[in-house]
């Protein structure tokens, strides 16, 4: 797999139209743009490409046409997760067949499920294709973990697994889970408000949803971190921070992506599903405008 490290991924928005079928021409006019931006790769219909939200046949739409827009300029990470793992299976064959780079899934969701069963959906769906394959661990899904040590040995056990998404505000465990798997894994940060902190942790790029807004300032501002200018680091996060927090507190996160991309790429990538965003608000286009340039200011 082609892995640029040290580079940000955005969770890609999945463009949607006014009846909640993918919006194709869209998908790929966004990806064109975010492949001219160099950044490390995309992550298609994850959380937020509101993946688990799409029938299979529409997932595979997406991949398809994800995977011909990007056009080998950058990796394309399909997350293949779902509710089944034989459907997580299908996806991950469809996944190699149209020449995606990785795939990637969540843990079991809905049902509760132990450790041993997360690690068994993890082995089915890791060998289901020779992919790379990089589990997703999600804090907002996790039900049962081992121990760090244990965790990272059962994860080096799981069919080509190259590494992780590492959706967390524990970096003590990211920390212990790379350093106990010796190095072995890739470890892809997956909270955009810890994206320098993480590296700390050992993660060597990361993941995340408002990328696709900020990915060429925070790729910037990761990259003066890693090399050793905290002061750069420090202030860009201060700013980052307060600019996801005070997006998550308007209650309105959907309708500021759909006016976001609207203003700085000139895409319209329509509403999410129900009930994502069914309660938002409008957002104020100066407001957008400010969110969008303070933080690229932050990165300058």
């Not at 971190?225 to 202030?235: E, H, I, K, Q, S």
């Amino acid at each position: 797999m082609r892995f640029f490290e040290g580079r940000v991924w955005p969770a890609l928005l999945t463009p949607l139209d006014d009846s909640g079928e993918p919006n194709l021409a869209v998908l790929e006019r966004l990806i064109e743009i975010l492949a001219a931006q160099q950044l490390g790769g995309l992550f298609v219909l994850g959380s937020t490409g509101q993946g688990v939200l799409l029938n299979v046949s529409q997932r595979k739409s997406v991949a398809e046409r994800a995977v011909r827009a990007a056009a080998g300029a950058l990796p394309i990470m399909i997350h293949v997760g779902a509710p089944a793992t034989d459907d997580a299976i299908c996806l991950a064959r469809h996944a190699a067949e149209i020449g995606a780079d990785a795939v990637s899934t969540v843990p079991p969701i809905y049902y509760p499920a132990s450790a041993a069963m997360t690690f068994e959906h993890y082995r089915r769906v890791g060998g289901a294709c020779d992919l790379p394959f990089f589990p997703y661990h999600a804090m907002f899904l996790q039900q049962s973990l081992p121990a760090a040590v244990d965790y990272a040995e059962q994860l080096l056990k799981i069919p080509h697994i190259a590494g992780m998404k590492f959706t967390d505000h524990n970096l003590y465990a990211m920390g212990l889970v790379n350093r106990y798997a010796g190095g072995q894994l890739k470890i892809l940060s997956g909270a955009d408000e810890l994206l320098c902190h993480a590296a700390l942790s050992g993660a060597v790029g990361a993941i995340g949803t408002f990328y696709n807004q900020w990915g060429a300032a925070c790729q910037r501002a990761r990259a003066a971190f890693v090399a050793g200018d905290f002061d750069a680091g420090l202030r860009f996060m201060a700013v980052f921070q307060e600019t996801i927090d005070e997006i998550i507190r308007s209650g309105s996160i959907w309708s500021f992506h759909r006016a976001s991309i609207q203003v700085k790429y000139d895409l319209d990538i329509g509403p999410p599903r129900a009930p994502l965003g069914c309660v938002d608000q409008p957002w104020d286009q100066a407001e957008v405008e400010r969110l969008l340039a303070q933080v690229d200011d932050a990165a300058r």
